[in-house]
């Protein structure tokens, strides 16, 4: 690993070969490690955003009662995408120098503290640093954790997909159900913190140290395939897993990843243009839904479509996600032009859209990071995990942008 990466290294090249004739089955004595790593990431991947969906609704709630301005909630969103925005950004320079055991403790605690400032909340500016809490540990733990997979075998990628998917979904099931179940916000709020302890748990307790093989079990044929992603004068320093990556070598394997990250940016843009900018404005009338209702509907059934399809790499495994992102935009222009026209006769076939656009983000979100892993070297994984955790924050970010601008000049239309 990186600088100091703390105690989860990995092995050099020559110390992890494996002569095994079916690389990819973990060896029996290796079994308990192997199960133990996959609910390890998969619980590190519920934990991670979980908190952030669930403070998340809670700000939201509390804004409310506090009869804020409709520019509050465009403060919210700052709050909520800047902090993380920023961390991404940075990530790639020198994040590798803070060892792995500090950066997770910063991602708990902050969480934690996201619950008790939004929890006792008693004005704006306390709700909004509760906000940029929960952003910080999420933006922290996902290249934190991202990262941490390029020293395990690759199947944890898909493990800690299916993680943050069901994070989506459990945690707006958790808050809906405990507070329609009598309990106050700020006490469903408290009795959330065992989350942030589960997080830690599992890291410094589940996760084994990563054995010395070859994060993705591959065979010769397979390691050829990671070309790509990787120039020549990069390939030639490739020799040291763990050493330091120049600026010039940064640079040319991020050059090497822009046919992931752009993809992955089309896809989170127009995903959350629809969120954020369509979702209230498809109204129907015809039905026995309230307007709030209709709205958690979408909103459920996009979750749902993104847990099954972070769920879906071991059934289906998708290399060329430029296609992912053309249908993704077509579903927003879709959609978009039925905002226009209003000629859906059905709020069933906009359920079926909207699961099929949750399907369509979470199916580009596993499948990119499974290709990074499978066609980086060892030297650069690490690196380029956390590089193309930019990604969907930016795809949010200039969807946010126009989306929002565009929702209230939808609004003002006759």
């Known amino acids: 690993m990186e600088g100091g990466a703390g105690t989860r290294r990995r092995p050099s090249d020559s110390e992890g070969e494996e002569t095994a004739p079916a690389p990819r089955v973990p060896p029996p004595g290796r079994q308990g490690a192997h199960w133990k790593n996959a609910v390890g990431f998969w619980i590190l991947g519920l934990c991670n955003n979980f908190s952030y969906v669930v403070m998340l609704s809670a700000a939201h709630d509390i804004l ?6 409709g520019n509050q909630s465009h403060a919210v969103l700052l709050a ?3 902090p993380t925005l920023v961390i991404k950004l940075l990530a790639p320079l020198g994040l590798h120098l803070l060892p792995y055991s500090p950066r997770v403790l910063v991602s708990g605690v902050c969480s934690a503290g996201s619950f008790v400032l939004v ?53 707006a099931l958790s808050y809906l159900g405990l507070t329609q179940a009598g309990l106050s916000p700020q006490h469903t709020l408290l009795s959330m913190l065992g989350i942030p302890c589960l997080l830690l748990a599992s890291y410094f307790l589940v996760l084994t140290s990563p054995e010395p093989q070859d994060p993705g079990g591959e065979d010769e044929a397979e390691a050829t395939a990671r070309q790509p992603l990787i120039g020549s004068e990069a390939q030639q320093s490739a020799s040291a897993p763990g050493s330091s990556l120049s ?23 127009a995903e959350y243009f629809i969120n954020q900018g369509l979702f209230e404005l498809l109204f ?20 749902a479509g993104v847990f099954v399809s972070r769920s879906s790499l071991r059934c289906c495994h998708i290399r060329f996600t430029w296609a992912l992102a053309l249908l993704q935009c077509l579903n927003l222009a879709f959609l978009l032009v039925d905002v226009l026209l209003n000629f859906l006769p059905s709020i069933y076939l906009v359920f079926l859209i ?19 892993a499978v066609e980086t070297s060892d030297k650069h994984r690490e690196f380029a995990m956390a590089a193309t955790c930019i990604s969907d924050t930016l795809g949010i970010s200039l969807s946010g942008v126009v989306a929002l601008p565009l929702h209230d000049f939808l609004c003002s239309l006759p």
């Open 247 to 269: 600026f010039r070598e940064r640079w040319t394997v991020f050059k090497g990843l822009l046919c992931y990250i752009v993809p992955l940016v089309l896809v989170y843009f």
């Open 284 to 303: 129907f009338r015809n039905t026995s839904l309230s307007h709030a209702q209709q709205y958690r509907w979408y909103q459920m059934l996009y979750q």
């Open 354 to 372: 909207i699961l099929y656009e949750g399907l369509l983000g979470g199916a580009a979100y596993v499948n990119t990071f499974h290709n990074i």
């Open 80 to 82: 909520d995408i800047l």
């Open 119 to 171: 929890a006792f909340s008693h004005s704006v500016g306390t709700s909004l640093c509760g906000v940029v809490l929960a952003s910080i540990s999420s933006g922290l733990g996902e290249v934190t954790f991202l990262s941490l997979t390029a020293f395990y075998p690759s199947p944890v990628i898909s493990w800690w997909s299916s993680g943050t998917g069901g994070a989506g979904l459990l945690g």
């Open 64 to 69: 409310r009662h506090e009869r804020t301005s």
